[in-house]
């Protein structure tokens, strides 16, 4: 069986299609037809259906692709054993909460470029629900995160430093008693949707006081809920790091409720078990000497 056949298969299934795994391999789409096509007959299943217009993996290409992952996995690290040096090289896949993505990592992924060039770094961001299971299934190789009934069973696990929640307003609405159970509020609650665990966590003490709200938005972009509750249509809970500025010059205030100023861990994961790459211990180590000093 060849490896390349297996690598060829495992960017399919990460590219999404048959013509960007040529593009991000330097093949053509035929090439890349041909290879599957091969590893197919070797196994004696289809690993992929037509799904309208999209590539899908079939039951047999889902069982598959964990083991084909782990083989690629080995052969990475035999080639890194013989090398003089542990200088990192390959391929790291990170996924990456959005709020650490856009407001911490840009020094951690600065100093990872300047320390592993010859690293094909690949960033992606989910909700924290799916990130644990796209490490599990090998699609990702370290996730960054908010633990969301992360499954230390399966999951290595290692907190990078903690993040103070806040619940936070327009001015106008800054005065608005959450705090007293019951009763209607006129204002809406703006979360990132059930898979955030700001959602998870206010969606709980909401319902804890049963207080009644208008509405509940659910926007899938940070800078979308600042701004909607910067004009002033409800309310939202975020880390502190995400809201510096707009606190500063007034945008924003926090409103009084026990639950703000709680703190949770940020984390770093990845499948227990498997083989740490060099890159993976690196980018590992530059995010707690990155966001532990900064208290998030």
Same mark, same amino acid.
């Given at each position: 069986?060849?490896?390349k056949n297996l690598r060829t298969f495992q960017t399919v299934v990460d590219q999404g299609s048959y013509q960007r795994a040529a593009e991000y391999l330097g093949y053509t789409q035929s090439t890349i037809t041909f290879q599957i096509q091969q590893l197919e007959e070797e196994l004696g299943v289809p690993l992929f259906e037509r799904v309208g217009r999209k590539m899908a993996l079939t039951e047999a290409g889902e069982r598959v692709l964990p083991q084909a992952r782990e083989l690629l996995l080995a052969a990475d690290r035999l080639v890194e054993q013989?090398?003089?040096?542990?200088t990192p090289t390959g391929t790291l896949r990170v996924d990456i909460a959005e709020t650490l993505l856009c407001y911490r990592m840009q020094p951690v992924i600065r100093a990872f470029r300047d320390r592993a060039p010859q690293v094909r770094l690949i960033i992606h961001s989910s909700n924290c629900v799916d990130m644990a299971e796209n490490v599990r299934t090998g699609a990702f190789d370290l996730c960054l995160g908010y633990d969301i009934n992360w499954k230390r069973e399966i999951l290595e696990i290692r907190t990078i430093g903690d993040c103070e929640l806040l619940l936070l307003a327009s001015p106008d609405f800054g005065q608005m008693? $959450?705090?007293?159970?019951?009763?209607y509020r006129p204002a809406s609650r703006i979360t990132g949707g059930t898979g955030s665990i700001f959602h998870l966590l206010l969606d709980k003490y909401v319902r804890e006081l049963e207080i009644e709200l208008d509405t509940?938005?659910?926007?899938w972009s940070i800078e979308g809920i600042k701004q909607c509750v910067m004009s002033g249509l409800g309310f939202t809970y975020l880390p502190r790091f995400v809201v510096e500025?707009? $606190?500063a010059d007034g945008r924003l205030v926090e409103m009084e409720a026990p639950i703000s100023g709680a703190s949770i861990p940020a984390l770093c994961a990845w499948r227990k078990g498997r083989w740490v790459t060099p890159a993976m211990e690196l980018f590992s180590d530059l995010l707690r000497e990155n966001l532990s000093a900064g208290g998030e």
């Open positions: 069986m060849e490896l013989g090398r003089d040096n542990r008693d $959450l705090t007293a159970p019951g009763g509940t938005l659910e926007l500025e707009e $606190l």
